[in-house]
């Protein structure tokens, strides 16, 4: 077995949706980067390719190639699967933590842990969203961006 941590952060500003774990969240501001900017999936991303002892994110998906220019990271996610999958590797579980201030994301974590467990193809119970504020604190606490982290478990494949 092999353990990965993940972590994401990404500034809010108007004029982008806003995408957690694949589902779009009603919000007057969203995630600027080079793909859909989802800090949740990108942490997830993150934790299991270092799981794997495959590098980072950046490594896999650069943020300068143009492919990957407004990709959803559910398309992402999957290609990691394959990333995974291919150095032998399955996954066991995900573990992760959205940090904000706002919006408030309890309505939307089930659908968020659904999207990863069904685009890693493992059981939704192997998945678990957790969503926290930092009280006014540090960056994500006055509402200048959102941050995830994640641990991932993987294992070879049987």
Same mark, same amino acid.
């Given at each position: ?100 201030? +706002? %919006? ?5 974590? %089930? +659908? ?10 493992? %059981? %939704? ?22 941050? +995830? ?10």
């Amino acid at each position: 077995m092999r353990i990965g941590y993940g972590y994401d952060a990404h500034r809010l500003v108007e004029g982008r949706p806003l995408i957690l774990g694949g589902v779009t969240i009603p919000h007057a501001r969203g995630l600027l980067g080079h793909s859909d900017a989802d800090v949740l999936l990108h942490a997830v991303i993150d934790a299991l390719i270092g799981g794997a002892g495959l590098g980072d994110i950046g490594k896999h998906f650069p943020p300068a190639d143009a492919a990957f220019k407004d990709i959803s990271s559910l398309t992402l996610l999957a290609k990691t699967r394959e990333l995974i999958e291919g150095s032998g590797y399955a996954v066991v579980n995900i573990d992760s933590t959205v940090v904000c201030e +706002a %919006p408030r994301l309890g309505p939307h974590i %089930p +659908a968020m842990a659904e999207n990863i467990a069904k685009t890693l193809g493992c %059981p %939704p119970a192997s998945v678990n969203v957790k969503a926290k504020t930092e009280e006014g604190l540090g960056f994500t606490g006055a509402g200048a961006g959102i941050a +995830a982290h994640a641990v991932a478990l993987i294992d070879v494949k049987k």
